[in-house]
């Protein structure tokens, strides 16, 4: 079972990511360089998260 801090976390992570996505999608919103770097280390800590976790 996962722990539902680490759940959360991932949950929150993955939204962001997906209003960002379809924010460029749907409305043309540019990002800078460093956002899109902000949202890469986002993408890693969920998936560290992930990996991580103990049985």
Do not use: D, E, H, R
């Not at 924010?23 to 990002?31: E, I, P, R, T, V």
């Not at 460093?34 to 969920?46: D, E, R, S, T």
């Amino acid at each position: 079972m996962i722990p539902a801090g680490i759940a959360y976390a991932v949950w929150a992570g993955l939204g962001i990511v997906c209003v960002a996505v379809l924010s460029f999608a749907l409305f043309g919103q540019k990002l800078t360089g460093p956002q899109y770097g902000f949202i890469g280390l986002i993408l890693v800590g969920a998936v560290g998260l992930n990996l991580t976790q103990q049985a």
